[in-house]
């Protein structure tokens, strides 16, 4: 996984971000929703750093 991979999850939640700040009148499953796809990219981008990191380590071993 990339930077590419992490640029993509990034921009996603900004996207989302985004759309919590500037959506003032929305439904509650709406938020919810989007709590849950802001939460879903976070754990994706922890996973990419955690296997960036992991990756490195490894190679320094070698």
């Not at 996207?15 to 709406?30: G, I, K, M, N, R």
């Not at 879903?40 to 490894?58: G, H, M, N, P, S």
């Amino acid at each position: 996984m990339g930077n590419s991979s992490k640029q993509q999850v990034f921009s996603k939640i900004r996207f989302l971000e985004d759309q919590l700040v500037s959506l003032d009148h929305y439904l509650p499953e709406t938020y919810d929703y989007l709590m849950r796809e802001l939460d879903i990219q976070k754990r994706i981008l922890a996973e990419l750093e955690v296997q960036e990191t992991f990756a490195a380590i490894d190679q320094g071993r070698q």
